[in-house]
C-alpha cells in the first residue's frame, strides 16, 4: 500500500483547483492532508473537513491546532474526529512560534495521546522570515516523545535543516516516526538523506511523502525506485533497492494507527 503522509491543499488561495490534487492523489492508495494555517483552526478545519469527506475512502485530514491559542481538553478536541471526521494533528510550531514543550503545547499532547491521534510536526523544510527556528530542531520534541510514550508523532520533512536531530529521535523512540518529503531535482540532498538514514539504520521509521503542491508523489516515487541510479558513475555508497521499496509501499495509516473508512463502518 502506498500512502503519501504529506500533502497540503490552501483553500483560500485565489488559483485553488482541488483537481490537481485529485490527480497527484490517483498515483497513491491514500493521502494524508495536512490543513494550512492561512486562517482560524475552526475555519481551516471545516474546510478541510468539506473536502476530505467527499473522497473519504483515499483522504484521510489532519487538523490545524495552534494549542497556545486554542481551547485545549478532551471535549474541545473530540469534534476533531467525531464531527469533522479528521484523523490526526498538524503543528507549525515553527511557523506560529511556540516552543514544542510550552505547557499548553504539553496540556495537548495528553489529550491527543488520549483521543489516540497522531500528531504531525511541521517544522521541517523551507522557512519563512518570520518562522522562529529554534522551535524546528527536532531534539526538543524528546521531552514530548519521554512523557506520552503511546502518542504517534511525525518529524515532518526529515527535519530539515536538522537532519541528524531526526535520526536520533526516530532511532529513540518507538512511535516516532520521520516523513521523507524529498525533491527530486535536488539529487545529492535525497542521497544523503537516504543513506544517513539507511547507516543508522532507521530505514523502517520512514514514511513516503510528496509535499504537494510543491512535489508530485509520483515523480518522487521515480526517483527513490532509482535512487541506486543516481549516482551510478560512482562509487558512492548504495542502499539496498528493498528498503527504499519498503518506505514507498509502507502502510502509513497502520502504524499510525489511523483507521480506513471501511474499518470505520
Not at 239 to 257: A, F, N, Y
Request: hydrophobic share 40%.
Amino acid at each position: 500500500m502506498i500512502v503519501d503522509c504529506h500533502t497540503h491543499i490552501n483553500f483560500t488561495a485565489d488559483n485553488i483547483d482541488v483537481s490537481e490534487h485529485l490527480a497527484a492523489s490517483e498515483t497513491v492508495d491514500a493521502c494524508i492532508v495536512l490543513a494550512t494555517p492561512e486562517d482560524s483552526s475552526q475555519q481551516v478545519n471545516e474546510r478541510l473537513s468539506g473536502y476530505v469527506s467527499k473522497h473519504n475512502e483515499k483522504m484521510f485530514g489532519f487538523a490545524f491546532v495552534e494549542p497556545t491559542k486554542d481551547k485545549i481538553s478532551v471535549r474541545a478536541l473530540t469534534p476533531v474526529t467525531n464531527k469533522l471526521g479528521l484523523s490526526g494533528v498538524v503543528l507549525y510550531c515553527s511557523q506560529c512560534g511556540f516552543h514544542p514543550a510550552h505547557s499548553k503545547a504539553m496540556q495537548f499532547y495528553g489529550v491527543a495521546q488520549e483521543l489516540g491521534l497522531p500528531v504531525f510536526f511541521h517544522n521541517g523544510g523551507q522557512q519563512g522570515p518570520d518562522a522562529v527556528l529554534d522551535y524546528a530542531q527536532p531534539y526538543l520534541l524528546d521531552e514530548i516523545a519521554r512523557k506520552f510514550g503511546d502518542l504517534k508523532i511525525v518529524i515532518g520533512s526529515m527535519g530539515l535543516p536538522f537532519v541528524e536531530q531526526t535520526l536520533a529521535m526516530i532511532a529513540k523512540h518507538e512511535n516516532v516516526y520521520a516523513d521523507l518529503t524529498i525533491k527530486p531535482d535536488n539529487v545529492w540532498q535525497v542521497y544523503n538523506l537516504v543513506v544517513s538514514a539507511n547507516e543508522c539504520g532507521v530505514m523502517d521509521k520512514l514514511l513516503f511523502g510528496s509535499g504537494f503542491p510543491s512535489g508530485n508523489a509520483g515523480a518522487c516515487i521515480e526517483t527513490l525506485l532509482g535512487f541506486n541510479k543516481l549516482l551510478a558513475d560512482t562509487s558512492l555508497p548504495t542502499v539496498p533497492r528493498d528498503k527504499i521499496q519498503g518506505i514507498v509501499e509502507r502502510d502509513t495509516l497502520q502504524l499510525l494507527g489511523i483507521k480506513k473508512a471501511e474499518e470505520q463502518a
